[in-house]
């Protein structure tokens, strides 16, 4: 059975900063990239970073230079580092495991969503 599961949300003032982590099990960790959706209210879900097998990142522009995303294969997780949090960055985080298909990826499994609220 494939779980992730994330942790690290809470309430940070605006400038402030979190780390969100996604433990996975279920899936050889190893073998598949791993991405960062948000979703605020009335708004779609985005991927906001993606960070390949081989440990090659991007980002949404809305968070490039404050956000950066990594892995670490010995434990089975994915992180997320967010600083200079913005109000605008308040939503809920999910964890994706990204399959590897030829010419793209498909987002094979979910986390079951960190809040993140930025105010003051």
């Known amino acids: 059975q494939v779980q992730l599961v994330e942790s690290g949300g809470g309430l940070v003032q605006p400038g402030g900063s979190l780390r969100l982590s996604c433990a996975a099990s279920?899936?050889?960790?190893?073998?598949?990239?791993m991405g960062w959706y948000r979703q605020a209210p009335g708004k779609e879900r985005e991927l906001v970073a993606a960070?390949?097998?081989?440990?090659?990142?991007t980002y949404a522009d809305s968070v490039k230079g404050r956000f950066t995303i990594s892995r670490d294969n010995a434990k089975n997780t994915a992180y997320l580092q967010m600083n200079s949090l913005k109000p605008e960055d308040t939503a809920v985080y999910y964890c994706?495991?990204?399959?590897?298909?030829?010419?793209?990826?498909?987002?094979?499994?979910w986390g079951q969503g960190t809040q993140v609220t930025v105010a003051s």
């Open positions: 994706v495991a990204r399959i590897v298909l030829a010419g793209g990826y498909r987002d094979a499994y």
């Open positions: 279920g899936i050889i960790f190893s073998s598949n990239a």
């Open positions: 960070v390949t097998v081989d440990g090659r990142a």
